[in-house]
């Protein structure tokens, strides 16, 4: 018998106690079934009736299945009456903040509704929600509709909501607190910012992108946002970085407040968060994918149209510059493993799922899409979405769908090139060789530990040329083109693959320069990055070329190479020769950027930014002319605080003024600065205190995992994180339960605890095995093999 969920009514008594609540939730389905199964997680079932009867049930406290036993039958309520604890960590419903800024907040993705109320808990399950909540009445309820009415009963009030359109259980929200708002209307509809608390810390700019942002998509989809609210809500402890609960979005604070200690780089992920959050209105809440198979239509998709629509709405963030150091090459690191996963994974169970919410569903799907973008043009990608959206609206699709309407919007091969692409992990290095006048192009896997394979894929390529670009799809493994006007593969780090030209093509490279842009730059950097790594070039010739390519203060080229100096500096972090090869390269660029200038670009300033910090590290010297500014540090320009920070810390012997200042900050942004210097104080009684600020509330749960990094990057710290990293895994698990903190954690810190004694590092992973972290530990583990190899030869 086939069944769907037609509405949830539910009731929640939320005044009961700081830790217990109860609640009841009538559930009425179209269609009928025998032993229908809920999800319920944590909770304990006090009865189940439908028609004044009460049926048996039964409750699977492992599986956490609760089965109703006998027909439940169609258009009639079945009425489920339940008691719950809060959370203890950031999942289900949970306390967050303290004092007058703690609220009750929610977080369900992926399947977290069912620790607060049974369910199914299935994104294809939509269904109308109805939430009726009773709360002390000086406090506030939010959900994702607008209150419908509310009724005081004593020191009590109970608030109805209005019924919610048909969507998936993830997607429920409910906030409780007390919260200072400020609104403006978009047409006759509402956008409001909501903080708790009595102070609402921010400017206007995040109603004033969220109204731009909505009339962009209204725009370009062709669709109108479905609710009269967008209710954009900060949350003092979470730990997502925002989630998009439709009508209702959730945010870190340093991801949606901004005021005058708002730095460039903040104000411009605080507008893509922004416009991330907001795409999934339609991508995602109005069509939801099917199963979590295709997690990668909700996350790609809203990756690439917040950069899409911030460079249309705030032209002067170039933010294009962004997406393909953080968007692309994130992606490309945890695809040129074999321990990688293709972009549409298989997904049997939800415990599963968590482990996908990915580099590769969120940055590589995110450039397939702007890869098939410039392939079809983006007018006819424009309207294959409008179309798709418009079809399947509140409703669920799969992957295919959507390609299928970019493919009869274009008339391009769309399904067979994005079913290479989706179905299997890993990408091409594409070698370029000129010779008698023709380019041959020869495509193989690229893979960091040096290996390969006889993969192959049909490539969009679009080439360089002065003034032009030419377009091909590479579909067998070798190809010749004409070498007319050739300057580069990959116009503007368009394509999703590495380019391997010939040593004489290197050495000339300088003369190409006024004719390829920015992006084609740190494109070219990066690939070399790579090849240097896995011990393609020697390191002379890679520090040449990179001198060659960064002659001018071109901020893409400036930060990637900045961040890959950083990163390879502490790889190698017993060689001090290389140590001074960044330092040099890095005060060359700092120098490059000169000082700062009123209403320069905000690229200019984030390189700038991005340079001292390496060299607040690295450069004692510096450090040490930089850190007395950190007695002001709340007053400073926010674009140098970060790197006063590490200044202070990198000079200091104790954390006591750092720990001060921190105490003094009321904003999240400084804390996380000040966060971010802790770990690199050395001496194992200051990471103890450290920890002790984790284990106490201090730093709060969402900053955990940050903290915890900054001491296993600090090569003083490493010895100390060795022995703590179980109980660090513990924690995040605690406070992250549910969600994939733990599993990002293992695989960041795995390849820098595990340099230098491998065999310790795999007998303590042994000790922490879980499905929540077995990719982790596999990506980490194959990722120190490659670093491993990398210091052996760098010396």
Known sequence: MSFSVDRYDIYLNLGLSREEYEGNVHITLKGETDNLVLDAKGMTINNVIQDDKELEFAHDTTKWKLTIKGKVASGKKLSISFRNKLSEGLQGLYHAGSGDEEILTTQFEPNSARDMIPCIDNPSF?????????????????????????????????????????????????????????????????????????????????????????????????????????????????????????????????????????????????????????????????????????????????????????NSI?????????????????????????????????????????????????????????????????????????????????????????????????????????????????????????????????????????????ETWPVPIIIKKPGHQDRILLEKKEETIKADQFLKLNSDGSGFFKTRYSPNYYRNVSQILPNISEIDIAEMLSDINSFFVRGDIAIDEYFRIIDALTQKATTPAINLVAANLSSLTLILSDNKSFREHTIQVVRRFLNLLGEKKPEEAKMITIARSTAMEILALFDLDYSKTLAPKFVDFLTLDPNIRSAVALAKARTSTDLSELIATYEKATLDEDKNRIIAGLGWVDGKENHERIIQMVMNGQIKKQDSAGAFFQLIRNPEGRSFMFERFEEMVQVLRKFFEGSGYAGVAVQMATPILGLGRVEEIKALLKKIEGPDVTRGISKGLETLGIYEKLRSRIR
């Open 314 to 454: 705030y032209p002067e963030y170039e933010v294009w510059k962004t997406f393909y150091s953080s968007e692309t090459l994130w992606a490309m690191g945890g695809d040129a493993l074999k321990s990688s996963h293709p972009i549409q994974v298989e997904v049997k169970d939800p415990s599963e799922i968590q482990q996908i919410f990915d580099e590769i569903s969120y940055g590589k799907g995110g450039s397939i899409l702007r890869m098939m973008e410039q392939f079809v043009g983006p007018e006819k990608f424009r309207q294959g979405t409008s179309k798709y959206l418009s079809d399947f609206k509140y409703s669920n699709a799969v992957g295919k769908d959507f390609w299928q309407h970019i493919q009869d919007a274009s008339g391009q091969p769309v399904v067979r090139i994005t079913e290479n692409w989706l179905g299997k992990m890993g990408y091409p290095l594409i070698e370029v060789k000129n010779e008698n006048g023709t380019i041959s192009l020869k495509q193989s896997q690229f893979l960091m530990d040096g290996s390969t394979t006889d």
């Open 126 to 310: 939509k269904a109308v929600f109805s939430l009726k909540v009773e709360i002390k009445k000086d406090l506030e309820a939010i959900s994702n509709m607008p209150v419908k009415e509310q009724e005081v009963m004593g020191s009590y009030k109970v608030v109805l909501f209005q019924d919610t359109p048909r969507m998936s259980t993830y997607l429920l929200y409910v906030g409780v607190g007390k919260f200072t708002s400020k609104s403006k209307k978009l047409g006759n509809k509402e956008v409001i910012l909501s903080v708790p608390g009595k102070e609402l810390k921010s400017d206007d700019f995040p109603i004033d992108t969220a109204i731009k942002v909505i009339e962009f998509y209204e725009n370009y989809f062709g669709i109108k946002y479905a609710l009269p609210k967008m209710h954009l809500i900060s949350v003092p402890d979470f730990a997502a970085g925002a989630m998009e609960n439709w009508g209702a979005i959730t945010f870190r604070e340093v991801l949606i407040l901004t005021n005058e200690s708002s730095d460039a780089e903040s104000r411009i992920r605080v507008a893509e968060v922004i416009a991330h959050e907001i795409a999934h209105q339609w991508f995602g809440d109005l069509v939801t994918m099917n199963w979590w198979n295709d997690l990668w239509l909700n996350e790609s998709f809203a990756t690439f149209m917040s950069y899409l629509c911030v």
